[in-house]
């Protein structure tokens, strides 16, 4: 088989290139086929529809979100995740993705009084909020393979204290780079957030 089309290219040698305009079919369908494969395993991009990040991301940033350490590492307090709608957001007609910062991990006891939001009754110390949060909350364990989630615009933020908890395969990635405006590109809180412990 492989020695006959050995022949026949022989006799024609234009056998052994195509047509122009296919080749160009070709590299462009084999580029959307990459683009979709990096955006849906790699990375992606999105855009910030409103305030409820407020002051760490403006309305209109646009943000690369990383899809691909999640399934090597399992997120940490502090990242700022993307997710899909949760089923009780899926009951009240939400479609579009949300965007929160990871505030309670699984298994631990979460509250928010006094303007603060306390982690298995020790005060969290947070330098990314908008306004300390004007409202109680809690407390309440996070569920296992779950995460809490609030919004750094506090008292201006559709998140966890109203309608529960994320569950782990909802999260389609972390947030990690700002490129536009152009102004502000950079690393999503490229420093520790919080203390180390004992400090």
């Known amino acids: 088989m492989t020695r006959v089309q050995d022949q026949a290219s022989d006799k024609n040698p234009q056998s052994t290139s195509e047509n122009p305009l296919l080749e160009g079919v070709k590299t462009i369908g084999l580029s959307v086929i990459l683009a979709l494969g990096i955006r849906t395993f790699v990375a992606e991009a999105r855009y910030i529809p409103s305030g409820s990040m407020l ?80 409202y109680q909350y809690g407390p309440v364990t996070v ?33 990690v780079v700002r490129f536009w405006p152009l102004n502000r590109l950079g690393e999503l809180d490229p420093e520790p957030l919080y203390p180390a412990a004992g400090k």
């Open 55 to 134: 002051p760490t991301l403006q309305i209109n940033d646009r943000l690369i979100v990383d899809k691909l350490s999640y399934h090597f590492q399992t997120p940490q307090r502090g990242d700022i995740v993307v997710f899909s709608p949760t089923d009780t957001l899926k009951q009240q007609n939400f479609k579009d993705a949300f965007i929160k910062r990871v505030i309670g991990l699984p298994g631990e006891k979460v509250a928010v009084k006094g303007g603060r939001v306390y982690i298995n009754n020790k005060p969290l110390q947070e330098k990314y909020i908008e306004d300390a949060p004007d």
């Open 143 to 175: 569920p296992g393979d779950s995460y809490l989630v609030l919004g750094d615009n506090r008292n201006n933020s559709y998140d966890s204290h109203y309608w529960g908890f994320v569950p782990r395969d909802r999260i389609i990635g972390r947030a």
